[in-house]
């Protein structure tokens, strides 16, 4: 790939298949980083030059599809190096500049909240590679999962797990949170919110993130992602009682199908905006087995979510969809492979290849990029971004 003032300048036409592979290669080893025990790879040298949680998860996975199954493990192995006792995985390792934000987390080294924990899936998926997982990383693995599962606040009568901060979702400015926003979403608004609701969360002896009173939510999305990552680490570890609470996640996400709307709605929030038709709140679909054909359905739709290059984030209907704006309408790499994955492991095999084939035309078109424009594949966001690779995985050129 030929970098040019910092965005990638790709061949035109379709990739081939070896093409597409080696491209995805070269822009995961640029952002690996060397560090003691192994490494890591950043999602973007410039923007985003540390170690994310559920980013490195997904880089875990494509290290091993591209047959390095040491970074893989090493990756993974690194994410677990800023571990607290309570097993809660911080979202943010700053090892290369431990300072960077100290102030703003309370902590220096890394940050004090979480994020999707992907790890569960991306362990199953080396030990599907053929990869020797390590039992460390899979009691670590358990241990992160244990704190979200134990330790986490539920939303009262939900029986669901809540966020102690929308960046726990991993989709930062997303409409669903538009109702912690005075006089809805705004930009400056919005990153004024962000910082007093940190000053809110409560939290054990240890510092994990436990609860805040502020933000009580609990999102259909991320409850999908717990849920389906506990179900993926007791498959590969034959953890029974995991999987035991993971049914149970997975059961109480069932009752949040709104057969209007259809979607799954998150519990909790101070009104509506938890209800935003966004592609986020169809990932139950992983784990609820009754309406995953419909979510299927309307992320491939056009009149819904679809788009050329993927399913859009946020559903065309809703006022709030932008289809350039960060989190407001564009198409996401990683909830595109999540969508592929619900579709395939629920035979939803036309489905799925739709969805990879839209998946890998846009990675490519955007040049890799973070997130991009749904009906043009135009890069948008921080580019080359490592979790676009995740277009490797979904076996397919279009
Ligand atoms: C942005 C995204 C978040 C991601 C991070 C690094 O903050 O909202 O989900 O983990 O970038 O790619």
Redesign the pocket.
Known sequence: MVVRGGRPTLPPGPPRGAELVESARSVLSAHWQEAAGGGYTV?NGAV?PFQ?L??SCFHAVVWAELGEPDRAVAELTHLFRTQGPDGFVPHVDYEARPQHHGDFWGRPGSSSIT?PPMYGHALAELGRRGVEVPGELVQRARAGLGFLLRDRARLAGSGLVTLVHPWES???DSPRWDDWCPDGFEPARWYQVKGDLLGTVVRSPAGAPLANPAFEVAPAGFNALLAFNAFELADLSGDDQLRVEAVELAEALARRWDPDLRTWTDAGGPGRSGSVRTLDGLLPALVDPAHAAEAVTEALDDAAFGGRFGPAAVHRAEPSFDPRRY?RGPAWPQLSYLTWVAARRRGLAAEADELARRLVAGAWSSGWA?YWEPDTGEGLGAAP?S?ATVALLVGQAP
């Open positions: 999602p985003y994310w559920w980013d994020q991993g989709a930062d989190w973070e971004q979790w």
